[in-house]
C-alpha cells in the first residue's frame, strides 16, 4: 500500500506546496477571429524572433484551438476509441496517439465504452464520503493512519480533500468501509470500478504500444501485473481560486493515468511553455503519460506537467485512475527505440527504486526522473 500511495506527485510535497498563483492566467476573448489564429510554435516562433530584433510576427496558420493570452494554441487531441477499435481507423488512430503523446503527453478519449452511469455511481460513492462528518474520515486519514492512509484533509486557501483507495484491494475496501461505515454498495462500486479501469487501461496500452511500432514483447509484464490506484480529489469552492492552487505543478510517477474531470474546469497541462487548460467534457477521459512510460520509450513518449486550479463557483471533483507497472520488472526502454543517436536515458532501476527515491528528502522536483539519467 505505501508504494502505491507513491502517485500522481507526492501528496506531502503537494500539500505543503499548496501556492498562490498570480491573478487569472487565462484569458478567452471571443469570437475568435481567423486572422488572429495561430499555433504554439508559431507563437514561440514569433516570440523568438522578436527576441532577435524582428520587427514583424511571422503570419498564423489556420488552425482552430484554445486561446491562451490572446493567441490560440493547437487544439489538445480528442481520439474517438470507436474509431480504433474499427480496423479500417486503427492504424491511423494508433498514429495519432503516438503524435498525442510525443506532442502532448496528454489526449482526451471520447467512445471509451465506460458507461456514463457507471462514473456517476462511482462519483456518488466518493462524495458520500466526502460528505461524512470530518470525525468519521478522520479515522482513515494521513494524521491517524501514517502510511495507511486511504483519506487527506488539507485545509489551506483551496481546500482539497482526497481519498485514495486500491480498488484491487479487498482487504483495505473492507476496512475502508467498516471504518467508515460505508455501505457494501461501496466496495461493490469499487470492485467494478477495478474491473471497468483495468480495462479500459489495459486497451491504452496496446494503443501506446502499437504506436510505438515496437514489439510488444517488451511490455508483456506490465499488461500482466500492473495495478491500479484509483483516487478521488474533492476541491472546495474557493473565493480566492483564481489565486490558488488546488495541486501544484506535477509530473505522474506511474505508466499513464485515466481522469474524469466531469463538467467543472482546473486541469491544465503544460505545454510548450504554456498552461492550457483542459475543457472538461462529461464524456471523455483525461489520459496523461506518466514517468515510467517515458523511461519505457526512451523519452518518445514523455510525462506532461499538470496542475490543478481550484474552483471558484462550485466544488470539483476528479477520479483518477493510475496505472502502476509491474512490480518486479526492471524497467529499460524498449531495444528497438535505443540506438546510437538515441541512447538508453535512464539507468535500469525498478518501481520500488522508484518510489524509494520519490521519498528521498534532496530529491528533484516535479519529478524523480532525473535521479536516474545515464551519463554517456
Ligand atoms: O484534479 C485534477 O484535474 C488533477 C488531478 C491530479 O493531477 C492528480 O491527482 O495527480
Redesign the pocket.
Known amino acids: 500500500m505505501e508504494s502505491l500511495q507513491f502517485?500522481?506527485?507526492s501528496l506531502s510535497a503537494?500539500y505543503h506546496h499548496m501556492v498562490m498563483v498570480p491573478a487569472p492566467l487565462f484569458k478567452r476573448p471571443g469570437p475568435q477571429l481567423p486572422g488572429n489564429r495561430t499555433t504554439t510554435a508559431s507563437v514561440i516562433r514569433a516570440a523568438a524572433a522578436l527576441q532577435h530584433g524582428a520587427q514583424s510576427i511571422p503570419l498564423p496558420g489556420p488552425l482552430d484551438g484554445d486561446y491562451v493570452d490572446g493567441v490560440v494554441v493547437d487544439e489538445v487531441p480528442i481520439v474517438d476509441l470507436a474509431e480504433l477499435r474499427s480496423s479500417s481507423g486503427r492504424a491511423q488512430g494508433t498514429q495519432r496517439v503516438a503524435a498525442a503523446c510525443r506532442d502532448w503527453g496528454f489526449f482526451q478519449v471520447v467512445n471509451h465504452g465506460v458507461s456514463i452511469e457507471f462514473v456517476h455511481k462511482l462519483r456518488k460513492q466518493c462524495l458520500d464520503v466526502f460528505s461524512l462528518p470530518q470525525e468519521q474520515k478522520d479515522k482513515v486519514s494521513r494524521r491517524s493512519q501514517g502510511s495507511q492512509w486511504v483519506y487527506d484533509y488539507r485545509p489551506n486557501h483551496g481546500p482539497l480533500e482526497?481519498l485514495q483507495l486500491n480498488p484491487w484491494d479487498s482487504p483495505q475496501l473492507h476496512t475502508c468501509a467498516h471504518a467508515l461505515n460505508c455501505s457494501e454498495d461501496f466496495i461493490a462500486v469499487y470492485e467494478e470500478a477495478n474491473l471497468v479501469f483495468r480495462t479500459l487501461a489495459m486497451e491504452i496500452l496496446d494503443i501506446l504500444i502499437e504506436g510505438l511500432r515496437v514489439d510488444a514483447k517488451h511490455f508483456q509484464a506490465h499488461k500482466k501485473e500492473s495495478q491500479g490506484v484509483l483516487?478521488a480529489?474533492y476541491?472546495h469552492q474557493s473565493k480566492a481560486a483564481d489565486q490558488v492552487l488546488?495541486?501544484i505543478p506535477?509530473v505522474?510517477g506511474n505508466l499513464f493515468?485515466i481522469?474524469h474531470?466531469q463538467d467543472v474546469s482546473?486541469?491544465e497541462v503544460l505545454k510548450d511553455g504554456s498552461w492550457i487548460p483542459?475543457t472538461p467534457r462529461n464524456d471523455a477521459f483525461?489520459i496523461?503519460v506518466a514517468d515510467i512510460m517515458q523511461v519505457l520509450t526512451n523519452d518518445e513518449y514523455t510525462s506532461v506537467q499538470?496542475?490543478?486550479v481550484g474552483p471558484k463557483t462550485q466544488a470539483?471533483l476528479?477520479l483518477?485512475y493510475?496505472l502502476t507497472p509491474a512490480a518486479g520488472v526492471t524497467l529499460v526502454a524498449a531495444p528497438e527505440l535505443v540506438n546510437s543517436l538515441h541512447p538508453p536515458r535512464y539507468r535500469p532501476f525498478t518501481w520500488k527504486d522508484f518510489v524509494d527515491a520519490s521519498k528521498g528528502a534532496d530529491r528533484p522536483y516535479p519529478s524523480v526522473l532525473p535521479f536516474f539519467e545515464q551519463r554517456h
Do not use: E, K, M
Open positions: 502517485l500522481g506527485t503537494v482526497v483516487r480529489n476541491y488546488g495541486l506535477h505522474d493515468t481522469l474531470q482546473g486541469l483542459i483525461c496523461n499538470h496542475r490543478a470539483r476528479s483518477a493510475f
